[in-house]
């Protein structure tokens, strides 16, 4: 009978405690993340009454896109600029783009309205950065920046072939075949060389400099490949960071930072890896094989990563460290995303599309 | 003016550590040459030094119209790209094209090769591996294939015609002009033989006849040599280019701005001379990487 008894305070307790459990330690649910879609525009050929510019309320933002098909530029209201079938040469910002030929000796610079803004005489090949117009020399192992009028604001010989590059509006940074780094600024100073040493075979297969222009980071060498990330101190770059990776990539590699600067993300073996520059974490987030990368970081710290094969990709939402959001496939050869805020535009095929993030 | 023309054996004169080491190595492994050519068929159309765009070739380059592109050594691939555009947005002038780790620390450059051709599954690569088609991608003027070698040690290009095999070539380089210039006044050597006495700039017209005419400027000679009275005072060999500081210079000995080699019609600049009452006798010779030469002379009454 006493027994009994004590059983039955057991169970109580038991049962009581269970239920403090729940109402004191349990958390919520997390919300879900869901991708609404705004509106969707053909990008096939341009619509007969298509806006410019000129007819755009002012101050109205115009941001770029490409597929393998089609270039031009689009507002996020969802009006068409205009969207033409993409050349083999092309140079696109936000500000203006450039259509060259394959022996190019000159070029026009226009406004995404299609206003010729300069002509530029000069062989090579132009491309846009972080709001900078650069040309790369038939050689590819010398580069030109030129001005917002399209004068020659430096040119610089390489000492070997460039094969990454990355720019920050004060910054840009060109790797090369033989291991070094070389950063310059818009004068065309030198700000940064550097030798990425400790591998068997040097190369620089890919670099990403923060918008800030603080932090460097490049893939380097080969047996074995690692990652480095230097920092600005005071005046000089200097490494903070690095990691031996997995990876043997002997092709350029897709590395980039988040507009805010505090996240890496660069292609690795499996996904994408990510580094965190204010706390020095690494994490992967498990991806088939990233070809390219459209980054971005949302101010709810979410990665959406357009990851995969050339012609089957992945748009993967991703709550650090490895809280998967979003993963879609997109089976198609042909895509494009671009990030402003909350929204994504994505393009497939001969469709863009406007996605807004929503947390319910 | 008297001009002869001679052909000497191919004797490379650079650096004799990296001749040896190769010619050894290749001797070691029953070879003739350090390297092979990376084309069956040799039509050299231009040679290191050739100028083409505003800039001096770091290689050679090969006229093809069709074929594989083979490793000239052993080796291991460290880089290739497919010709398009990189992630970060830099596009190639090279076009699709590979890079080969190789044997003593040198590193060839295999570029314009056709889009889509070029092996990706190799790592190892064998001599006379297959890395490619030959093509046109990227900013080249005709199909063919740029070979460049990149000598990691010392940082610099090398010439590929050193370490390759003679190509099929008995011509001399020509030597189509010689001008004396101070101030204003521009003397052509053999269309007079009387000069004020002054410091003369001194160029010369030199073209090295290809039959496969590739680039915009003339193929470049390997040797230029200027003679006064008897004294060597000037001696180009396109052996290597280094970029240093931002800018390209060529030759071991004597490294000159890439900038200031010619002349903006084209001319080699081969200096700056005080010539003194008297006659004088100026020779100027050019050879090519075959030893291929030609030496003219002009002698020159200085009043």
């Given at each position: 009978?006493?027994?009994?008894?004590?059983r039955?305070?057991?169970?109580?307790?038991?049962?009581?405690?269970g239920?403090?459990?729940?109402?004191?330690?349990?958390?919520?649910?997390?919300?879900?993340?869901?991708?609404?879609?705004?509106?969707?525009?053909?990008?096939?050929?341009?619509?007969?009454?298509?806006?410019?510019?000129?007819?755009?309320?002012p101050g109205?933002?115009?941001?770029?896109?490409?597929?393998?098909?089609?270039?031009?530029?689009?507002?996020?209201a969802?009006?068409?600029?205009?969207?033409?079938?993409g050349?083999?040469?092309?140079?696109?910002?936000?500000?203006?783009?450039?259509?060259?030929?394959?022996?190019?000796?000159g070029?026009?610079?226009?406004?995404?309205?299609?206003?010729?803004?300069?002509?530029?005489?000069?062989?090579?090949?132009?491309?846009f950065?972080a709001?900078?117009?650069?040309?790369?020399?038939?050689?590819?192992?010398?580069v030109?920046e030129?001005?917002?009028?399209g004068?020659?604001?430096?040119?610089?010989?390489?000492?070997?072939?460039?094969?990454?590059?990355?720019?920050?509006?004060?910054?840009?940074?060109?790797?090369?075949?033989d291991?070094?780094?070389?950063g310059?600024?818009?004068?065309?100073?030198?700000?940064?060389?550097?030798?990425?040493?400790?591998?068997?075979i040097?190369?620089?297969?890919?670099?990403a400099?923060?918008?800030?222009?603080?932090?460097?980071?490049?893939?380097?060498?080969?047996?074995?490949?690692?990652?480095?990330?230097?920092?600005?101190?005071?005046?000089?770059?200097r490494?903070?960071?690095?990691?031996?990776?997995d990876?043997?990539?002997?092709?350029?590699?897709?590395?980039?930072?988040t507009?805010d600067?505090?996240?890496?993300?660069?292609?690795?073996?499996?996904?994408?890896?990510?580094?965190?520059?204010?706390?020095r974490?690494?994490?992967?987030?498990?991806?088939?094989?990233?070809?390219r990368?459209?980054?971005?970081?949302?101010?709810?710290?979410?990665?959406?990563?357009?990851?995969?094969?050339?012609?089957?990709?992945r748009?993967?939402?991703?709550?650090?460290?490895?809280?998967?959001?979003?993963?879609?496939?997109?089976?198609?050869?042909?895509?494009?995303?671009d990030?402003?805020?909350?929204?994504?535009?994505?393009?497939?095929?001969?469709?863009?599309?406007?996605?807004?993030?929503?947390?319910? | 003016?008297?001009?002869?023309?001679?052909?000497?054996?191919?004797i490379?004169?650079?650096?004799?550590w990296i001749?040896?080491?190769?010619?050894?190595?290749a001797?070691?492994?029953?070879?003739?040459w350090?390297?092979?050519?990376?084309?069956?068929?040799?039509?050299?159309?231009?040679?290191?030094?050739?100028p083409?765009?505003?800039?001096?070739?770091?290689?050679?380059?090969?006229?093809a119209?069709d074929?594989?592109?083979?490793?000239?050594?052993?080796?291991?691939?460290?880089?290739?790209?497919?010709?398009k555009?990189?992630?970060?947005?830099?596009?190639?002038t090279?076009?699709?094209?590979?890079?080969v780790?190789?044997?003593?620390?040198?590193?060839?450059v295999?570029?314009?090769m056709?889009?889509?051709?070029?092996?990706?599954?190799?790592?190892?690569?064998?001599?006379?591996?297959?890395?490619?088609?030959?093509?046109?991608?990227?900013?080249?003027?005709?199909?063919?294939?740029?070979?460049?070698?990149?000598?990691?040690?010392?940082?610099?290009w090398?010439?590929?015609?050193?370490?390759?095999?003679?190509?099929?070539?008995?011509?001399?380089?020509?030597?189509?002009?010689?001008?004396?210039s101070?101030?204003?006044?521009?003397?052509?050597?053999?269309?007079?033989?009387?000069?004020?006495?002054?410091?003369?700039?001194?160029?010369?017209?030199?073209v090295?006849?290809?039959?496969?005419?590739?680039?915009?400027?003339?193929?470049?000679?390997?040797?230029?040599?200027?003679?006064?009275?008897?004294?060597?005072?000037?001696?180009?060999?396109?052996?290597?280019?280094?970029?240093?500081?931002g800018e390209?210079?060529?030759?071991?000995?004597?490294?000159?701005?890439?900038?200031?080699?010619?002349?903006?019609?084209?001319?080699?600049?081969?200096?700056?001379?005080?010539?003194a009452r008297?006659?004088?006798?100026?020779?100027?010779?050019?050879?090519?990487a075959?030893?291929?030469?030609?030496?003219?002379?002009?002698?020159v009454?200085?009043?």
């Open positions: 009978m006493e027994e009994t008894g004590r039955g305070i057991a169970v109580v307790v038991v049962v009581l405690a239920l403090a459990y729940f109402l004191v330690c349990a958390l919520p649910l997390p919300k879900e993340l869901l991708l609404l879609p705004v509106w969707t525009r053909g990008l096939s050929s341009s619509p007969a009454s298509a806006p410019t510019t000129a007819t755009l309320s109205t933002e115009v941001r770029p896109f490409r597929t393998d098909a089609n270039f031009g530029y689009f507002s996020p969802g009006d068409i600029l205009f969207s033409a079938p050349p083999d040469g092309l140079a696109l910002a936000k500000d203006s783009y450039a259509t060259y030929d394959r022996l190019s000796t070029f026009s610079v226009k406004a995404p309205n299609g206003a010729e803004l300069f002509k530029v005489t000069m062989a090579g090949y132009p491309f950065a709001g900078r117009r650069f040309v790369l020399a038939p050689s590819q192992s010398a030109t030129l001005d917002s009028g004068a020659q604001r430096w040119k610089y010989e390489f000492s070997s072939v460039i094969t990454a590059f990355g720019a920050s509006p004060r910054l840009a940074v060109f790797g090369l075949m291991g070094t780094l070389v310059l600024d818009p004068s065309g100073k030198e700000m940064l060389t550097f030798a990425s040493g400790g591998s068997r040097p190369g620089i297969y890919g670099v400099v923060s918008p800030d222009s603080r932090y460097v980071a490049a893939i380097a060498g080969l047996d074995r490949q690692r990652l480095v990330v230097l920092e600005k101190r005071s005046s000089a770059y490494v903070t960071w690095h990691r031996w990776l990876s043997d990539f002997r092709r350029p590699v897709a590395i980039a930072f507009e600067g505090k996240r890496l993300m660069f292609e690795a073996p499996g996904g994408v890896g990510v580094f965190e520059s204010d706390t974490n690494y994490f992967l987030v498990n991806s088939p094989t990233a070809d990368l459209g980054l971005s970081i949302i101010p709810r710290d979410i990665l959406v990563l357009l990851t995969g094969s050339p012609d089957s990709k748009l993967v939402c991703v709550a650090p460290p490895d809280r998967r959001l979003v993963d879609l496939p997109i089976q198609t050869d042909r895509t494009f995303i990030i402003s805020g909350d929204s994504i535009f994505l393009a497939v095929d001969d469709q863009l599309l406007r996605l807004d993030m929503r947390e319910e | 003016m008297r001009s002869m023309t001679s052909r000497h054996h191919r490379p004169i650079r650096e004799t001749i040896v080491g190769l010619v050894c190595s001797a070691a492994l029953g070879g003739l350090a390297l092979d050519w990376p084309l069956a068929q040799v039509k050299v159309a231009a040679t290191f030094g050739t083409a765009q505003g800039r001096m070739i770091t290689g050679v380059a090969l006229a119209g074929g594989l592109v083979k490793a000239v050594d052993d080796g291991e691939l460290a880089f290739v790209f497919d010709g555009t990189t992630p970060s947005g830099l596009p190639s090279l076009g699709a094209f590979a890079v780790e190789q044997q003593n620390d040198l590193a060839g295999y570029a314009h056709a889009a889509g051709s070029v092996s990706n599954y190799l790592t190892v690569v064998k001599r006379d591996s297959i890395l490619g088609k030959v093509g046109s991608s990227g900013w080249s003027e005709g199909p063919g294939l740029l070979f460049e070698l990149f000598d990691r040690k010392r940082g610099d090398v010439n590929p015609l050193l370490v390759l095999p003679p190509a099929p070539d008995d011509k001399a380089p020509v030597i189509r002009s010689v001008a004396l101070s101030g204003d006044k521009t003397y052509v050597l053999g269309e007079t033989s009387s000069i004020p006495q002054a410091t003369y700039r001194i160029s010369a017209d030199i090295d006849p290809s039959d496969a005419p590739w680039t915009a400027g003339p193929p470049a000679p390997y040797t230029i040599r200027l003679s006064i009275d008897g004294t060597e005072i000037v001696r180009r060999v396109f052996d290597v280019a280094v970029a240093a500081n390209l210079g060529f030759f071991t000995q004597d490294t000159s701005s890439a900038t200031g080699l010619r002349t903006p019609d084209g001319r080699y600049l081969l200096g700056e001379r005080l010539l008297g006659r004088s006798t100026i020779e100027l010779s050019a050879e090519d075959n030893g291929n030469r030609r030496s003219v002379s002009w002698s009454t200085i009043r």
